[in-house]
C-alpha cells in the first residue's frame, strides 16, 4: 500500500544543534516529495520539494532533504536550529496522477534554549 | 508567491445546524482543490478533491451528504458541514493546485470549527 511514515513522534533538540528529521515512503516508483511545517493553529508552509534530478534539495529557512532512492527515504535537515523552529514537520508524497498527497503522521520539533 | 485563504478562521455551532467554509485562491486560478481535516495532534486525512465545474471526488469513508463540496469558480471552493455534531468538531485545512505544472499545493490557513 502507498504510505508516508515519519518514524519519530517527537524530537527535542538545543537550539544551535543540528537536525535530522527522517521520512519514508511506500511506492513501486519514485513520488513527488513534499516537506511541509505547521506551526500551532496554522496552516501548513512548503519547505522545500522533489521531483526529480538533483537528490540533494535547498529549501526555505534553511533546511535542505536528501533523497535516497535505495532507501526510500527523504530526510529533512538543518545545520543549526532556532527556536523559532519548534513547530510540527509532515512530509508529503504525491503517488499518482491523480494530485493528491499522502501525508505521514508527522513529527512535532521542540528546541531547547 | 500563491496565496490561498479561508472564511472563516473559527467557528462554533450548534449541533444540528450548518456551517460553510470558504476556500479561496487569491491570485491564480485553482482548477483542482482539496479539502482536509485534521484532528489534534494528528496529520492531515484527503477528505476530498474538486475540480472547477465537476463534482468533488470523496474518499473512502467520508460521508458526501454531510460535507457538501461546491466547486463552483476557479477561485472558490465551499465545504459545506450539514447537520454538524460535535464529533464534527476539527481543524478544516484546503488546498489548491493552479493550471501550471509545478505539482504543488498551496494551502489555506485553516478554519477551527467546534460544534456545541
Known amino acids: 500500500a502507498q504510505s508516508v511514515t515519519q518514524p519519530d513522534i517527537h524530537i527535542t533538540v538545543s537550539e544551535g544543534a543540528s537536525l535530522e528529521l527522517r521520512c519514508n515512503y511506500s511506492?513501486?516508483?519514485?513520488?513527488?516529495l513534499f516537506w511541509y511545517v505547521q506551526s500551532p493553529g496554522q496552516g501548513l508552509q512548503l519547505l522545500l520539494k522533489?521531483?526529480?534530478?538533483?537528490?540533494l534539495v535547498q529549501g526555505i529557512k534553511g533546511f535542505e532533504a536528501e533523497f535516497k532512492r535505495s532507501q526510500s527515504s527523504f530526510n529533512l535537515r538543518k545545520p543549526s536550529v532556532h527556536w523559532s523552529d519548534a513547530a510540527e514537520y509532515f512530509c508529503?508524497?504525491?503517488?499518482?496522477?491523480?494530485?493528491?498527497?499522502?501525508f505521514g503522521s508527522g513529527t512535532r520539533l521542540l528546541v531547547r534554549p | 508567491g500563491a496565496v490561498v485563504s479561508q472564511h472563516p478562521s473559527r467557528v462554533i455551532c450548534k449541533s444540528g445546524t450548518s456551517v460553510k467554509i470558504e476556500c479561496r485562491s487569491l491570485?491564480?486560478?485553482?482548477?483542482?482543490m482539496f479539502w482536509y481535516r485534521q484532528f489534534p495532534k494528528q496529520s492531515l486525512m484527503l477528505m476530498a478533491t474538486?475540480?472547477?465545474?465537476?463534482?468533488?471526488?470523496?474518499e473512502q469513508g467520508v460521508e458526501k451528504d454531510k460535507f457538501l463540496i461546491n466547486h463552483a469558480s476557479l477561485t472558490l471552493s465551499t465545504l459545506t458541514v450539514t447537520s454538524a455534531h460535535p464529533e464534527d468538531s476539527s481543524f478544516y485545512i484546503c488546498?489548491?493546485?493552479?493550471?501550471?505544472?509545478?505539482?504543488?499545493?498551496?494551502f489555506g490557513p485553516g478554519t477551527r470549527l467546534t460544534v456545541t
Open positions: 488546498s489548491a493546485r493552479g493550471q501550471e505544472a509545478s505539482y504543488e499545493q498551496y
Open positions: 511506492y513501486g516508483a519514485t513520488p513527488y
Open positions: 522533489y521531483f526529480s534530478g538533483d537528490t
Open positions: 508529503a508524497a504525491e503517488m499518482d496522477s491523480s494530485y493528491k498527497l499522502i
Open positions: 491570485d491564480f486560478q485553482a482548477t483542482t
Open positions: 474538486s475540480n472547477e465545474g465537476s463534482k468533488a471526488t470523496y
